[in-house]
């Protein structure tokens, strides 16, 4: 599949995706490396996975990443409930042997397991990676560089068909560079006017040209000014849903919806009180 | 656009793919042989002849990480269209003249910055938001006059007593390191059992007790964040004090250093260099107008409103080293200081001239800083600065 064509798939699902970003993904799928996405909160990097997802037709496998998370959550385990039932009941009849014990039937498959097995590629999404554990990223090593699964009792499970791994961060710990090196990588920064426009505008037809420049306007503006909480793509979102919902056209004309629904963008109290009226006034002045 | 006249001996595309790899490993960038076959199997997936694509195959595949992704324009640049060796005369330091041979700064170079976004796509320009640059384009205006002659910090660094310095910095940094939460909490491995959880889990196993969960108390260790005045008073200690910002960095512990003078720019990364010699290149670029005024509340300010949101936490001991002769309003330090202990959990001022006898900070700087510190201790000589260990232990 040929760049053009992957930008044009992704376009059609609603992602905008900039040229760079349609190279990583056209170099994962040829390559078959896991993609490595970093970038600020909100700019559409878990949107990357579930777009391709869509274009693909593909099923999309997401494994979210918490602190403590461990193999028998993510990989595999054992289900040990069927395992002591299967004990009991071969105690009541006389005579089933360990083997038995261990095998699929009683194999919890979690989601990386489950991606390696599945038929047709997956798209598997590991979200938050950087919460993790450094130990899980160990875990994670040999799935991602020879997509495989080591499982003392049964062995090597091999995959049928190569998952395309994307994995996201923003920078709560250092990645390991051994993670690093068997990944492609690549930098998700907040989008530019152009870029912000034509996401709207995939997303969102409905909404007016003047109310949409407006919108993208004072967002970007926003994003300058010191805030504890950047507004991202989603909130961008949010807040033009909220407006068009609210029939506003101009921003200019009606004043009280802005201010009522910046609670859209601004999340936190500070920041909401760093944008009073007068604040507004002048960005939509800019942007107008 | 230029040529890139390669040596003779280059053959065919797989050596210049990897000179380009040496060349990226020169910079700093983590890339090896593996790479080089990578780089190759990704050129072959992509037009490779058209400039762009063959850009932007290589850096998705070489980055790495955000820093290598802002800087991989300018090292692509430099080697496939020789940008590299266009170097304007003033720009130049004695250490990067030693290296002419090998190209190391163009990131520092704004003609080759433009050149790239004018060539290149606007959303791969470069983003000018790293430490370095934040320093360069720093909003602080000086207030008295901005020394700009340029100092190589190598004739700073390079005497064996400075190790001290770094041991000193070591033991302190050992002294707050080994911090553990009072109460224990679910943990994969540790000492003790949580025998509630053993015991929930137990139920549906049947009650037996099958899988083992464990308590322990989570590392809580204290991050130090430092900031250092590199100004003309303090030029006599500050060889020593890089010792000892460099012991701290390097002592596994979560540390951040700063320098300032009439501005303020992080130095963490190259203090972290374990190439010392490049280290003290990074340290020169960055340190222009190294020795001239001061200007500590404004620093604390720009400190403040950029980094500080990130570095400060309530786990966080701000370490000040400075003399605190300063031209700015006592009241505006004293006013960053309160802001500073608010999101902080202790300020430690260390004061070469306290450890002078009879010093009594009347300085109107120190006396509106006094109020805001924890501790406000002498460390003129290396003996009081490896004294202070037991203060931190205090801590």
């Given at each position: 599949m040929s760049l053009q064509e992957i930008q044009q798939g992704l376009a059609e699902v609603g992602y905008v995706a900039d040229d760079r970003l349609a190279m990583a993904l056209h170099l994962a799928q040829t390559l078959g490396r896991p993609l490595l996405l970093e970038g600020p909160?909100?700019?559409g990097k878990t949107e990357v996975a579930k777009a391709l997802a869509a274009q693909r037709a593909a099923r999309l496998i997401r494994l979210q990443c918490y602190e403590g998370l461990d193999a028998s959550h993510a990989i595999y385990e054992w289900n040990y409930q069927r395992q002591l039932l299967a004990i009991r009941a071969s105690e009541a009849q006389g005579g089933t042997s360990e083997?038995?014990?261990?095998t699929d039937d009683y194999l919890l498959k979690r989601p990386l397991l489950e991606a390696i097995s599945e038929e047709e590629p997956p798209v598997l999404l590991i979200d938050?990676?950087?919460?993790?554990?450094?130990e899980f990223e160990a875990y994670l090593l040999e799935i991602l560089s020879d997509f495989q699964i080591t499982i003392p009792e049964l062995g090597t499970i091999k995959a049928r068909s190569r998952p395309i791994v994307i994995l996201t961060a923003n920078g709560t710990r250092d990645l390991s560079d051994a993670l690093r090196r068997r990944c492609l990588y690549s930098f998700l920064d907040y989008p530019s006017r152009e870029t912000e426009m034509a996401i709207l505008k995939a997303r969102m037809p409905e909404v007016e040209r003047l109310l949409a420049r407006q919108i993208v306007g004072v967002v970007q503006a926003l994003r300058k000014e010191d805030l504890e909480k950047t507004p991202g793509i989603a909130e961008m979102l949010d807040w033009a849903a909220a407006l068009s919902g609210l029939g506003v056209n101009d921003m200019a004309q009606s004043r009280e919806e802005v201010q009522a629904t910046l609670v859209c963008l601004l999340k936190t109290a500070a920041d909401y009180d760093a944008a009073p009226p007068e604040v507004m006034d002048r960005l939509i002045g800019k942007v107008a | 656009m230029q040529v890139t006249r390669f040596p003779t001996r280059a053959s065919g595309l797989a050596d210049r793919i990897s000179g380009f790899i040496a060349h990226l490993r020169m910079n700093g960038?983590?890339?090896?042989p593996a790479e080089t076959a990578d780089a190759l199997a990704a050129l072959e997936a992509v037009e490779a002849t058209d400039a762009r694509q063959a850009q932007q195959a290589l850096c998705v595949l070489l980055a790495g990480n955000a820093d290598g992704w802002r800087r991989f324009d300018d090292l692509f640049e430099a080697y496939w269209f020789n940008t590299g060796k266009q170097r304007k005369g003033t720009a130049q330091t004695a250490h990067v003249r030693v290296q002419s041979a090998k190209p190391m700064i163009w990131q520092q170079e704004s003609q080759a910055a433009q050149e790239t976004e004018t060539g290149t796509d606007q959303a791969t320009a470069p983003d000018p938001g790293d430490g370095e640059a934040v320093g360069r384009n720093g909003k602080l205006i000086a207030t008295r006059t901005v020394n700009l002659s340029r100092r190589d910090l190598r004739e700073l660094m390079d005497e064996d007593a400075l190790r001290q310095a770094e041991q000193a910095a070591t033991a302190i940094a050992r002294a707050i390191r080994d911090r553990r939460s009072r109460r224990r909490k679910q943990a994969l491995r540790g000492p003790s059992l949580d025998m509630r959880r053993i015991q929930r889990a137990s139920l549906a196993r049947g009650?037996?007790?099958m899988d083992l969960y464990r308590r322990a108390r989570p590392p809580r260790p204290m991050r130090i964040v430092a900031l250092c005045d590199v100004s003309g008073s303090m030029t006599v200690y500050s060889r020593v004090f890089l010792a000892f910002l460099k012991g701290l960095i390097g002592s596994g512990t979560e540390a951040d250093a700063y320098l300032f003078h009439t501005r303020l720019m992080r130095v963490t990364d190259a203090l972290r260099d374990h190439d010392s010699l490049r280290a003290a290149g990074r340290l020169s670029l960055m340190a222009e107008g190294f020795g001239g005024g001061t200007d500590i509340s404004g620093s604390l300010e720009h400190f403040l409103n950029g980094y500080g949101a990130r570095a400060l936490n309530g786990r966080t001991i701000v370490l000040i080293l400075s003399d605190g002769y300063c031209s700015s309003d006592p009241q505006a330090l004293g006013d960053a200081l309160a802001r500073i202990r608010r999101k902080a959990r202790r300020i430690v001022w260390l004061n070469p001239?306290?450890?002078?006898?009879?010093?009594?900070?009347?300085?109107a700087a120190m006396q509106a800083a006094e109020p805001y510190l924890d501790a406000h201790l002498p460390a003129n000589t290396l003996e009081a600065l490896a004294a202070l260990e037991p203060q931190f232990r205090k801590l």
């Open positions: 909160a909100g700019v083997a038995q014990l261990f938050e990676i950087d919460r993790a554990d450094e | 960038m983590r890339v090896g009650g037996e007790p001239l306290k450890g002078w006898r009879d010093y009594q900070p009347i300085a």
